[in-house]
């Protein structure tokens, strides 16, 4: 197994704007610590983020949200991505659609995404769909990972074992894991 990190849109209007996702500020510290491990381990850390045009199609149904370059698009400072981690802008719900992010895990050499962020009812759930249409094993860390509600997180979690076959896992499950790499 050779696992990547995703933090999916742990940003300032998910977590603490008007779009806060239930429990954002909570999954945070879980994230820090995934983070810190997959770094000691030398495995990669990747970070998608929103980053929309004013344009964009999704913005015609949330509203103006995570418009690049804007204060709301900035990662939360607790969880800045550092020297070594990648990056890729989105500007769709599921991170795989119309960005790099399979061939920049393909030449990393990536078979295991572990997913981290908000929402885990929107952009959590569409990027587990693309990681598996892609045959990625996928492993949903679920105190790593904040829903619209409390009750669409834990449907979106059920969705994704059932429909996807990902491994829903708790952060020191995961933790476990990476030891024994």
Same mark, same amino acid.
């Given at each position: 197994?050779?696992?990547?990190?995703?933090?999916? #849109?742990?940003?300032?209007?998910?977590? =603490?704007?008007?779009?806060?996702?239930?429990?954002?500020?909570?999954?945070?510290?879980?994230?820090?610590?995934?983070?810190?491990?997959?770094?000691?381990?030398?495995?990669?850390?990747?970070?998608?983020?929103?980053?929309?045009?004013?344009?964009?199609?999704?913005v015609?149904?949330?509203?103006?949200?995570?418009?690049?370059?804007? #204060?709301?698009? =900035?990662?939360?400072?607790?969880?800045?991505?550092?020297?070594?981690?990648? *990056?890729v802008?989105?500007?769709?719900?599921?991170?795989?659609?119309?960005?790099?992010? #399979?061939?920049? +895990?393909?030449?990393?050499?990536?078979?295991? *995404?572990?997913?981290?962020? *908000?929402?885990?009812?929107?952009? *959590?759930?569409?990027?587990?769909?693309?990681?598996?249409?892609?045959?990625?094993?996928?492993?949903?860390?679920?105190?790593?990972?904040?829903?619209?509600?409390r009750?669409?997180?834990?449907?979106?979690?059920?969705?994704?074992?059932?429909?996807y076959?990902?491994?829903?896992?708790?952060?020191?499950?995961?933790?476990? +894991? +990476?030891?024994?790499?």
């Amino acid at each position: 197994m050779k696992p990547a990190l995703l933090v999916i #849109d742990m940003l300032e209007v998910f977590v =603490r704007g008007r779009l806060r996702a239930e429990g954002a500020e909570e999954i945070i510290p879980v994230i820090a610590r995934l983070r810190e491990a997959f770094h000691s381990k030398k495995l990669p850390v990747v970070y998608t983020n929103d980053a929309h045009y004013p344009f964009d199609f999704e913005v015609r149904h949330w509203g103006p949200h995570a418009i690049r370059g804007s #204060d709301e698009a =900035r990662v939360v400072k607790e969880l800045e991505p550092g020297k070594d981690d990648f *990056v890729v802008l989105k500007r769709r719900y599921d991170a795989f659609f119309a960005t790099d992010l #399979d061939l920049l +895990l393909r030449e990393l050499g990536v078979d295991t *995404v572990v997913l981290t962020g *908000v929402a885990t009812d929107i952009c *959590v759930l569409h990027t587990a769909a693309g990681a598996f249409f892609r045959g990625y094993r996928v492993i949903v860390v679920e105190d790593g990972v904040a829903g619209v509600t409390r009750e669409s997180h834990r449907w979106a979690l059920d969705y994704m074992r059932r429909v996807y076959g990902a491994e829903v896992r708790k952060s020191d499950e995961v933790l476990s +894991l +990476l030891e024994k790499l």
